[in-house]
């Protein structure tokens, strides 16, 4: 009987042992499954930040060409990089959290992830307010270039970018012959017609610049700068009168520094005599549609 007793005793300790061990291992186990899944998680925030770094590189890389865009895109590109920073110390520390943090975690890498996923919805947005702003450029580049068809291609010349384009109208196209800076009747025509196909792209500016050649002026005329700069004021009013409106144009003379070639013919001095008009994208209305995204 004694015996018996000290084996029953034997055999209950033996099996509460073994239910210790069991419970132990169990609980064990669920917490690596639950440390497991939280560093999958944690994982998966990490790649959707690196994928927006990625984003914001390429983004940088892209909008890095077109310079008239750079000074309006600067200050969102700053603040894009202080949001990323705030995510990955955040994302620090998630890390210091236990198992048992696992439903607030859960919590806060959802929001983590609609944070990403907003602000990869916002360089796509930039994205296409610049390409659109290209496209618009690309076809008055092209609009231009069917409105100067009737007239000889070396009295001419547009010239296209990523960031601008220019028209260059020779003074004999232009001007009348007996007069520095009067409009012939012809020139008044041509300049009409390019005014109407303005009046299409009112998120456009014009620079209207004037270029002489390196010759005296004729009398009544300062210098060179003069003459040039009367020639840019006489193109304007056409446009204007023909209702471009004022706010979009620059006036500009260059005078004789900043010739297409060389002054040291006849030829260069001619080509040298010109009306450049350039156009830029606004970039008033580009930051106004960037802030409009951002906000």
Avoid at 158 to 184: C, P, Y
Avoid at 236 to 259: D, H, M, R, S, W
Wanted: aromatic share 4%; hydrophobic share 35%; proline share 3%.
């Amino acid at each position: 009987m004694k015996y018996l007793s000290f084996a029953l005793i034997l055999l209950f300790s033996f099996t509460a042992c073994i239910g210790k061990k069991k419970h132990y291992a169990t609980l064990t186990s669920q917490e690596m499954k639950m440390d497991a899944l939280r560093r999958g998680q944690i994982q998966k925030v990490r790649r959707e930040l690196n994928s927006v770094r990625d984003s914001l590189r390429r983004y940088e890389i892209e909008t890095a060409t077109k310079t008239g865009s750079i000074s309006t895109l600067e200050t969102l590109r700053l603040e894009m990089d202080r949001k990323n920073k705030e995510l990955e110390e955040k994302l620090e520390n998630l890390n210091l959290q236990s198992s048992s943090q696992q439903k607030n975690l859960d919590k806060e890498i959802t929001g983590k992830e609609a944070e990403i996923t907003q602000l990869k919805s916002k360089i796509a947005s930039i994205r296409s307010l610049i390409d659109a702003q290209q496209v618009e450029l690309g076809t008055l580049t092209g609009d231009l270039r069917e409105k100067m068809l009737p007239y000889p291609p070396n009295k001419f010349e547009i010239i296209s970018s990523r960031a601008s384009m220019s028209l260059d109208i020779n003074e004999e196209l232009l001007f009348q012959k007996s007069s520095v800076s009067k409009l012939s009747d012809d020139g008044i025509i041509l300049i009409q017609n390019v005014a109407n196909l303005l009046n299409n792209y009112p998120a456009v500016n014009i620079e209207v610049i004037g270029h002489t050649d390196d010759g005296k002026p004729r009398t009544g005329y300062k210098d060179n700068w003069m003459i040039s700069t009367v020639r840019s004021v006489g193109v304007i009013n056409v446009l204007t009168e023909n209702g471009v409106t004022p706010n979009q144009i620059t006036a500009a003379g260059k005078g004789e520094y900043a010739p297409k070639k060389s002054n040291s013919s006849p030829e260069g001095q001619s080509e040298n005599r010109r009306i450049e008009i350039r156009f830029t994208p606004a970039q008033q209305v580009l930051a106004q549609k960037i802030k409009q995204v951002i906000e």
